[in-house]
């Protein structure tokens, strides 16, 4: 008889993070930053910062500002310089090159798992510093400050990070947990139109599967919000931010061992989109089509009624999105595959029944799909060039 013996193993680890909501962090009399980072009396805290550079041309003194920052409060901080900065947007998640730079700069300024690196930027740069940090020593203290609204609302407060493989989205990457999460509303004022609106689709989203009031109130508020509104946009992104934070602590499957994925609403066809327009499409963007086209599907399967499915693709015309793209053709039906591969199990698609209420199904009628898509096409008459 062969040898077996089992020792069973079987443990849980408890995080805890706070998503902080400011205005000028880096201004000296603002302690939201050093409360956070001070450790015992008498020692210094460490920390790096690696910034976004779309970020710190936007933002010309910000640079200055951080060293300021971290003078004024040299009894507690030390920080590590110069400042590392690296491109934005998909460019510095495609090219390997900056996680060496981001693991040198840790190994450069001793940066152990008791000091700090704090990434400022958009989604895609939190994505590669979050990566790098978790495998440097496994696994540094990661402060992120997010500076889009995407990355205020969704990416950035959530616990997972990644590179781009392959060719593949995000497939080299981590769940870890960030230390603590940073949203100052003063970045937000220098994104273009088009980042400015984009992270708006993963309010729509979270609200659409889950929350009837949060959906009308954002119809509500559309005019203000293309308008640039900040208080408007401050609201929409605590309250997307809360749903978001909220689902990953109640889900029961924070680092998505499950083959449920929902906070993915209307993702499947957006992940498929933005990599056949070669990311020129946002991914705010894409997920705002992807919306368009699983609401057009529950639709036309009988689950969501003409009337909610109209106040939806409206809602995402008015709010200035495109509801489809040349791209959107036949081609588009593999995302599904690529994101169950993505994910492991069981395909699990997020539709809707009713406005604020989403529910799962397990397969896609194909040829329903491509009615969807026909219908939206001629829903908005209007195919872009990108
Ligand atoms: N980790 C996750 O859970 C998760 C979830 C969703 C999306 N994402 C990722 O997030 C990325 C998209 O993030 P995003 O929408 O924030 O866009 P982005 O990071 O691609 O940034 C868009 C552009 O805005 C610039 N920018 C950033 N902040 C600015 C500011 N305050 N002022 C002026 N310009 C600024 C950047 O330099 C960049 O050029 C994608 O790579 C996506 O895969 C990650
Ligand atoms: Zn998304």
Redesign the pocket.
Known sequence: MSYTKIIKQSFQVKFDFNLIFTSKLFETDNAILVDLLSGHAGTRTKAIVVA????T???PYLKSAIADYFKHHDNDLELRKPILEI????Q??NDQSYIKSILESINDHGIDRHSYVIAI???????VV?FAAAVAHRGVRLIRI??????QN???I?????INYFGK??FV?SFAVPYAVINDDT??????DR?WR??IS?ALKVSLIKDCDFFQWIEGQIELLNTRDQDTMNELIYRCADLHMKHIQNSGDAFEQGSSRPLDFGHWAAHKL?QLSNYEI???EAVATGIALDSTYSHLKGYLTKPELNRILDCIINLGFHITYNEMGSEIINGLEEFREHLGGKLTIMLLKALGTGFEVHEMDKALVLASIDYISKYSNEKPEI
Do not use: M
Request: hydrophobic share 20%.
């Open positions: 976004d550079q779309g970020v041309r936007a933002h491109p934005g947007g998909e510095s998640k930027g958009g989604g895609a740069v939190l994505d979050g997010p500076t889009t609204v995407l990355s969704d990416s950035g959530g616990v997972k990070n990644g989205k995000n990457g970045f937000l004022s220098t994104l273009h980042d984009s992270g993963e933005e946002r991914h705010g």
